[in-house]
């Protein structure tokens, strides 16, 4: 099996926390409420792709492309050389729109030419849709979400790296169930508020394919000038 190699090995731990690299062709699933951190890990994800060679396809809700430059900037992930050398295409989604969003996502596009796909914010985007999102909050939620599900099949077959940030909120538990147990790498972020920082950690219900052996519970930190920090390490 092949791996995404997640890089900076010099600069941080995040790469050997998880296992040497995301393998190609598997759905990664990020989830957790507003605050967890689940924008920078996925830009870690993105940044470290990239320098490693990989192509990447990301889709945000909420930053134009200038607000994530200078974000990303902030954080010393400097992308404007991916974006310039095209290894990095970066997609804003409108969902103040009226458009079937998920649909425009999943469809065939110059965002899945690449060899994975970050989707920052795809419970917003399920949420906002039109035909989905009214349906989130019936009984119908999981079949429905079964269906979006299958349309990543193709592009996973392919040995697309997917990675779906959600926060559980926006869409629900019974939506939430199919892709859980869609997903090859499962990851539940959590933040607490201890004095003046904030605690997060990522637990790792699911890793399924790892290149060496995976953390079970990253706790990490978001630092300005330096972006994720690995804090500590509890290796199953």
Same mark, same amino acid.
């Given at each position: 099996?092949?791996?995404?190699?997640?890089?900076?090995? #010099?600069?941080?731990? +995040?790469?050997?926390?998880?296992?040497?690299?995301?393998?190609?062709?598997?759905?990664?699933?990020?989830?957790?409420?507003?605050?967890?951190? #689940?924008?920078?890990?996925?830009?870690?994800?993105?940044?470290?792709?990239?320098?490693?060679?990989?192509?990447?396809?990301? +889709?945000?809700?909420?930053?134009?492309?200038?607000?994530?430059?200078?974000?990303?900037?902030?954080?010393?992930?400097?992308? +404007?050389?991916?974006?310039?050398?095209?290894?990095?295409?970066?997609?804003?989604?409108?969902?103040?729109?009226?458009?079937?969003?998920?649909?425009?996502?999943?469809?065939?596009?110059?965002?899945?030419?690449?060899?994975?796909?970050?989707?920052?914010?795809?419970? /917003?985007?399920?949420?906002?849709?039109?035909?989905?999102?009214?349906?989130?909050?019936?009984?119908? /939620?999981?079949?429905?979400?079964?269906?979006?599900? /299958?349309?990543?099949?193709?592009?996973?077959?392919?040995?697309?790296?997917?990675?779906?940030?959600?926060?559980?909120?926006?869409?629900?538990?019974?939506?939430?169930?199919?892709?859980?147990?869609?997903?090859?790498?499962?990851?539940?972020?959590?933040?607490?508020?201890?004095?003046?920082?904030?605690?997060?950690?990522?637990? +790792?219900?699911?890793?399924?394919?790892? #290149?060496?052996?995976?953390?079970?519970?990253?706790?990490?930190?978001?630092?300005?000038?330096?972006?994720?920090?690995?804090?500590?390490?509890?290796?199953?």
């Amino acid at each position: 099996m092949n791996h995404h190699s997640l890089g900076l090995e #010099k600069r941080d731990r +995040v790469n050997n926390a998880f296992g040497g690299g995301l393998p190609a062709g598997s759905l990664v699933l990020v989830e957790g409420e507003t605050g967890a951190g #689940k924008s920078v890990l996925a830009s870690r994800v993105a940044y470290g792709l990239c320098e490693e060679g990989t192509t990447v396809g990301l +889709v945000s809700t909420e930053q134009s492309v200038g607000e994530y430059v200078s974000q990303m900037h902030s954080l010393s992930y400097g992308v +404007v050389d991916h974006l310039l050398d095209d290894r990095l295409r970066y997609f804003r989604a409108q969902v103040d729109s009226d458009q079937r969003l998920v649909d425009r996502f999943l469809r065939p596009s110059p965002l899945w030419d690449r060899r994975a796909v970050v989707a920052d914010g795809f419970g /917003a985007l399920c949420r906002n849709d039109p035909e989905l999102g009214p349906v989130l909050g019936t009984e119908d /939620a999981d079949l429905a979400m079964e269906r979006v599900t /299958a349309r990543l099949e193709a592009a996973l077959a392919a040995n697309t790296l997917v990675v779906l940030t959600v926060d559980p909120t926006t869409v629900g538990d019974r939506a939430l169930g199919p892709l859980r147990s869609a997903a090859d790498v499962f990851l539940d972020l959590q933040s607490e508020v201890v004095g003046q920082s904030v605690q997060r950690t990522a637990i +790792v219900r699911r890793f399924a394919g790892m #290149k060496d052996p995976v953390d079970d519970t990253i706790s990490f930190s978001v630092q300005q000038g330096r972006g994720l920090v690995i804090e500590s390490r509890t290796v199953a």
